[in-house]
């Protein structure tokens, strides 16, 4: 299987983040928290290091208490397979203010690179267009980065999915915070509210 | 002990009632189910609220999930959901330990007080010490007079002082299921 040409996934999420418009951004465990956090710190970055299956279900609550927010939870293949079921879900709620991009390297990065179904017959985008989000698609250039990155700083017109096929190299790790009081009390100070 | 059947009641209990108007002084908004009949009338309630919104789920871990988005968007949440999908949500729990978010679910029991179903009792049998083991604190009401105090009681600790909680309603209260062919 040719490997050529397949995108940087670190170059993807900061082109995704750049001029942000307040968006919030959750990120699945694993090498998606990595290359948010690579992106640039941000009091609306969520940051997720387990509860794997679970992000775009966090995406979707946020999407729903915070309307006219974008909400783009940017995962891996591997994160969002155990968790393909919550596409149904968002499918039936069709939140417009949520963008959902899957980091698609085919593998397991972060145990060992053990291939994913994605590299033998699942294909994302077919599932998530089964499922109802009518706005789904495969991106393998910049430019189609680009043009997508620019649709999902808007809170209508979704929810959105992308599948993103990327290097499968493994990068030297960017550490986020990992305390979950603290990620979760920034996030709803920047929204205006305050701790229990 | 009373039954339950698949036809509608005559005459329905006025406890999901008393439910819903708790959940609603508490400004509950996004309410994430798994149907189960000893639900159904709560659920009709809430998908006809103008200010809950009722989100049906594939399963009930993404429940667990939905409700800390919420909570990070600034909104209050409850999961609603049968004995046997308490298993279903294990690992996702680890996120009311990590986060501290209010998180409360209301669990209709299965597997106890007349069975009909053996498939039913394994995890009704073990839904109590499931949540225990995974830092839930659990309340029980068996009886229909005791229901609204107990949702109050367990809907504060969890708003009040982000104290997971799961609310059990004892199969006795909703009736066993009947199977009739």
């Known amino acids: 299987m040719s490997k050529a040409n397949l995108l940087?996934?670190?170059?993807?999420?900061?082109?995704?983040?750049?001029?942000?418009?307040?968006?919030?951004?959750?990120?699945?465990?694993?090498?998606?928290?990595?290359?948010?956090?690579?992106?640039?710190?941000?009091?609306?970055?969520?940051?997720?290091?387990?509860?794997?299956?679970?992000?775009?279900?966090?995406?979707?609550?946020?999407?729903?208490?915070?309307?006219?927010?974008?909400?783009?939870?940017?995962?891996?293949?591997g994160e969002m397979l155990m968790g393909l079921g919550s596409l149904a879900t968002v499918g039936a709620q069709k939140p417009?203010?949520?963008?959902?991009?899957?980091?698609?390297?085919?593998?397991?990065?972060?145990?060992?690179?053990?291939?994913?179904?994605?590299?033998?017959s699942v294909d994302l985008v077919s599932v998530a267009k089964a499922c109802g989000i009518a706005d789904s698609r495969a991106i393998t250039t910049v430019a189609e980065v680009e043009t997508f990155a620019l649709s999902l700083k808007e809170a209508n017109r979704g929810p959105r999915?992308?599948?993103?096929?990327?290097?499968?190299?493994?990068?030297?790790?960017?550490?986020?915070?990992?305390?979950?009081?603290?990620?979760?009390?920034?996030?709803?100070?920047?929204?205006?509210?305050?701790?229990? | 002990m009373h039954a339950r059947t698949e036809t509608a009641s005559d005459s329905q209990p006025a406890w999901p009632e008393e439910i819903f108007s708790t959940l609603q002084r508490f400004d509950v908004r996004q309410v994430p189910y798994v149907p189960d009949a000893g639900h159904s009338q709560l659920i009709e309630r809430v998908l006809g609220s103008a200010t809950m919104r009722g989100i049906p789920l594939t399963t009930e871990e993404e429940g667990v999930a939905l409700l800390l988005g919420a909570w990070a968007g600034g909104q209050r949440g409850v999961l609603l959901m049968q004995s046997s999908g308490v298993g279903n949500c294990i690992n996702m729990l680890s996120l009311t330990q990590v986060f501290r978010f209010p998180f409360l679910t209301l669990v209709t029991m299965r597997g106890e007080w007349g069975e009909f179903n053996p498939w039913q009792v394994p995890m009704g049998s073990n839904t109590q010490a499931a949540?225990?083991?995974?830092?839930?604190?659990?309340?029980?009401?068996?009886?229909?007079?005791?229901?609204?105090?107990?949702?109050?009681?367990?809907?504060?600790?969890?708003?009040?002082?982000?104290?997971?909680?799961?609310?059990?309603?004892?199969?006795?209260?909703?009736?066993a299921k009947v199977f009739v062919k």
């Open chain 1, 96 to 120: 417009a203010n949520l963008s959902i991009v899957v980091l698609d390297n085919e593998a397991y990065g972060e145990t060992g690179g053990q291939v994913s179904h994605t590299a033998a």
């Open chain 2, 131 to 175: 949540f225990e083991l995974c830092g839930v604190k659990v309340l029980r009401a068996t009886h229909p007079e005791e229901v609204r105090e107990v949702v109050e009681a367990g809907a504060a600790q969890a708003y009040n002082a982000a104290t997971p909680t799961a609310v059990l309603l004892s199969q006795r209260l909703i009736g």
């Open chain 1, 161 to 196: 999915f992308a599948n993103v096929k990327i290097d499968g190299a493994n990068l030297e790790r960017v550490l986020s915070n990992r305390d979950g009081t603290f990620i979760v009390n920034r996030l709803r100070g920047s929204l205006g509210y305050q701790p229990i």
């Open chain 1, 8 to 77: 940087d996934r670190r170059a993807v999420v900061s082109e995704l983040l750049k001029n942000r418009n307040g968006a919030i951004a959750v990120g699945g465990l694993g090498a998606s928290t990595y290359d948010i956090a690579a992106a640039g710190d941000d009091a609306r970055n969520f940051y997720l290091w387990g509860a794997m299956g679970g992000a775009v279900m966090i995406g979707l609550g946020l999407a729903l208490a915070q309307p006219k927010l974008p909400v783009i939870v940017i995962t891996g293949d």
